[in-house]
């Protein structure tokens, strides 16, 4: 693809983090602390307030994958003894490790100075950085986060959740980093975190539009990219995520779709509502089933992943701690199921979607579990048509196109069949 | 007059259906996939067409020939065809033969081959005299090759030898050698190497070439003969037609002429059986559990993921495991009292499965039947996930051929859903490609 055809802010994020990795690679000289920290709950001002940079393991394997090295790692790890089921972002981060930790844009990893989990409800990542903690010997803490059962948190998890953070992980950034908790910069990083996800959350909303400027899937995965990650909170941060929202508003002003891998998909067939994890190794195939059919989604979990900052959160600077608490429990797999149905339906009406889609990955069960219940929910409560694919997150074995494809075109020929049937 | 076609190209075969402008089938026609799609297509397209210009022909003079005139022709017709095609194999094989490495053992080969040929073509003829129609594969390459390998083991080694008794088509032939040194071995590796070639080769199997030595087979009778000049009169002019199946893509058709082979099988199904509103499809590499609304329409499906545990492929490996017939499997498996358990319905590891239940001594009848009823517990687990039976179901795909399966499926079905109409047709293996033909109708 030439420079012409990608938009700016995704020449911007490139950029933003192939110097991420670089500032990694020379932590050891510069002595920047490190923290390996995950995704969902992540609490990167945080760790930036201390002058520590954040790693995340996910986001490594997702992007190794993207550059087709993930199937080597994974090799690497399953010969070290991690069987064909284990979760193929833990073997493809435990492969990179055994091959000299070069990370995904050709950069070395520095190692962990401190291994922080702020979100239990994946257990896979506790056992983990379990592994991690084996190999490098380093400092862990891991905070309990309160599974959701009722689809909000209480007042007394946010207080426990609050204590942990105050008692266990502020201790030990403090001891890993040699520098004392500064809360007013706290603050003014949560301060930028808002002021960002506003603007993220205007660049998701506009896709109620028609046709929508953004695919909110396969598009809006490069969007939350810097605010999951290690950005949000950072100046640059904040400016990405308003040339974002400009270069966003610009489309829909002039009526244009997203730039997709069939090209500019300004004439849009389907609009979809997706649930569940793209596939990382055949990404761009995968978003060509849709984009060649011109399907384009509105609106999906997946972006929610890293906050579910559309139901009206926002990080707090009146309230460091708590704010921070608020924002662990409430990621989107730490949500109940009847949470997940009610977003879902939502998401439906709110964007007119013809349908939605659930794309399974066998790597990972907090999405996967009770996928087929919400499946049925979802079309019992909207009338839409639902539909159910399945692969994995970053082993290319589990993707197979043909099988995908043939679901995929049966879905849209469905929809048709079904729009046909309605007008006679 | 105007015809609708629907080309279903699946894995292991590819299928046509021809109808005319009211919808009813005119023509069906069945052809092994191959590697080779374009081919396959062309010839189930050929087939289909000529099957049509039969069902014309019948339209035509049943009334003054006679249903029996026009079966004797039908079979005199197939019989032409398979002629054609056994000149073929003969002259590859024979190719093959000339190239050995010595003239002495070439010359001893074509003596072989010559007997060989010679009888399956008298099988062929006396087959047709008898008016024998019996079970039997529908495709070139496994009527033939199980005569030619019979009459090669005989040559090597008469009825009435001495003989020791060996599971496996290669290995029954033994050290065996004909009286001028020929193996069983080297006269099958001939057939091997020829059989793709000849499957490959374009061949006119089409109605025009063949129905008149067909015509003069039977006799020639008048009422037939003027039949067959009114059937060949009749213009047939395509006026739509829709393709599916996993070869999709390789038809010259533009996009709106494809349709997803889960589209077609539900609305393929709502033909045949117009109440159904569940359809259970086992192909040979995927399982599909459809619901259908009243007009046909597909409102929800799941199928397997990519692994093709359970699909008909899987049934095609155990049946070349115990060296039996596809066809065979299932009457061999209804034979069985007390069906083993079995879980794991895995393709690859299909032959380590059976040969360990047959290490622990079951009867070979009790795996065969625990085989089944693993492959549609499978298939009940889509069923589940897609909405389950409420109402009419249909069983379609190869697999509803296997009466093994259609027990299992019917016993299951009671089980979890209680009593539940199911419908299966004898066309089942069609309905991808009738659903195919309905949606080019349906457009035009």
Partial sequence: MSVETKDRSMLLQKEMIAEHYRRLEQAPETGEPVVYTFVPGNLTELIRSFGALPVLPEINALQSAMRGKSQAYIAAAERSGHSEDVCSYVKCDLGMLRSGNVGPTGTRLPKPDLLLLSYTGCFTFMKWFELLREEYGCPTVFLHVPYQADGRETPEQRAYVTRQIREDLLPALEKVTGRRYDEDRLRESLATSASSEDDLVAVLESARRTPSPIDAYFGAVYYVGPIFSAFRGTEEGARYYAALRSEVEERASRGLGPLTPSGPLDSQKYRLVVEGPPNWTHFRDFWRMFSDEGAVVVASTYTKVGGTYDTGFRHDPGDPLGTLADYCSGCYTNLSLPARVEMLARYVREYSADGFLIHSVKSCNSFSAGQLTILREVERRTGAPGAFIESDLVDARYFSPANLKTRLESYFQMIDARRAGARA | ?444
Avoid: W
Avoid at chain 2, 20 to 43: F, H, K, M, P, W
Avoid at chain 2, 165 to 193: C, E, H, I, Q, S
Avoid at chain 2, 215 to 220: A, E, S
Avoid at chain 2, 409 to 415: I, K
């Fill in chain 2, 1 to 444: 007059m105007k015809v609708f076609v629907g080309i279903d190209l699946g894995s292991t075969t590819t299928k046509a259906v021809v109808l005319d402008e009211d919808g009813v089938v005119l023509g069906r026609g069945i052809t092994n996939s191959r590697s080779n799609y374009d081919l396959a297509a062309e010839v189930a397209r050929t087939e289909a067409f000529v099957s049509a210009r039969f069902d014309l022909l019948r339209r035509e003079v049943e009334a003054t020939a006679g249903r029996e005139a026009l079966d004797r022709l039908l079979s005199a017709f197939r019989l032409e065809q398979r002629r054609a095609q056994l000149g073929l194999l003969r002259e590859r094989v024979e190719t093959e033969a000339r190239l050995s490495e010595s003239a002495d053992e070439g010359r001893a080969l074509l003596d072989a081959l010559g007997v060989l040929f010679d009888r399956i073509e008298a099988e062929e003829e006396e087959r047709f005299e008898s008016g024998d129609a019996g079970e039997r594969s529908d495709f070139f390459r496994d009527a033939v090759g199980s005569a030619y390998a019979r009459i090669a083991e005989e040559l090597v080694c008469p009825p009435g030898a001495d003989r020791t008794v060996n599971a496996g088509v290669k290995a029954r032939g033994g050290a065996g050698r004909t009286p001028n040194g020929v193996t069983f071995d080297r006269l099958m590796g001939l057939y091997d190497k020829s059989i793709v070639a000849v499957e490959n080769q374009r061949i006119e199997l089409g109605f025009r070439d063949h129905i008149g030595p067909a015509l003069f087979r039977i006799g020639d009778p008048r009422e037939v003969r003027e039949g067959v000049s009114r059937a060949l009169a009749l213009e047939i002019v395509v006026a739509g037609q829709v393709g599916t199946g996993y070869g999709r893509a390789r038809l010259p058709f533009p996009k709106e002429q494809i349709r997803s082979e889960i589209l077609c099988h539900g609305l393929g199904a709502h033909v045949m059986f117009p109440a159904t509103r569940t359809v259970l499809d086992i192909g040979g590499q995927d399982t599909k559990a459809i619901q259908v609304d009243e007009q046909g329409i597909v409102t929800s499906f799941q199928m397997n993921d990519r692994c093709a545990a359970g699909c008909g492929r899987y049934l095609g490996y155990i049946a070349d495991e115990m060296n039996v017939g596809l066809h065979e499997l299932g009457p061999i498996a209804l034979a069985g009292k007390r069906p083993v358990r079995i879980t794991s319905t895995c393709t690859v590891f299909a032959g380590a499965e059976l040969r360990e239940r047959i290490a622990l001594g079951e009867r070979r009848e009790d795996i065969l039947a625990g085989l089944h009823r693993a492959v549609i517990l499978r298939a009940m687990s889509l069923l589940a996930r897609s909405g389950g039976i409420e109402e009419e179901f249909s069983f379609t795909g190869g697999v509803a051929r296997n009466p093994a399966a259609v027990a299992a499926l019917e016993r299951l079905v009671y089980e979890n859903y209680g009593t539940r109409r199911i419908n299966i047709s004898p066309e089942s293996i069609y309905t991808g490609a009738l659903g195919a033909a309905h949606f080019a109708r349906r457009a035009a």
